[in-house]
């Protein structure tokens, strides 16, 4: 059974910092490639950050600077560190694994992240 677990959201005033955490069991974490995206009320979900199993990164040019996503193989755990938070970073974050070669593919249940004062 496919688990990816989000956590580490929450409630944090602009310019704040958040660490979100993507745990995965049931597949070979090191074998795919990890999505950090995001869904704000009444938007549509959209891209925020990839990492390949080789360890290459892409960022959405709004986060860019702002926003790193990383990898723990050995953990299977995959992360996003969000400094200089800003209000539009509001939403529900959801984690992605994908492995292109077999077509799999799965979602967390997401964790909400809010930046207000």
């Known amino acids: 059974q496919v688990q990816l677990v989000e956590s580490g959201g929450g409630l944090v005033q602009p310019g704040g910092s958040l660490r979100l955490s993507c745990a995965a069991s049931?597949?070979?974490?090191?074998?795919?490639?990890m999505y950090w995206y995001r869904q704000a009320p009444g938007k549509q979900r959209e891209l925020v950050a990839a990492i390949t199993s080789g360890g290459s990164t892409n960022y959405v040019d709004s986060v860019k600077g702002r926003f790193t996503i990383s990898r723990d193989n050995a953990k299977n755990t995959m992360y996003l560190q969000m400094n200089s938070l800003k209000p539009e970073d509001t939403a529900v974050y959801y984690c992605r694994a994908h492995l292109p070669s077999h077509g799999y593919n799965y979602w967390g249940q997401g964790t909400q992240v809010t930046v207000s004062s």
């Open positions: 049931g597949i070979i974490f090191r074998l795919y490639a």
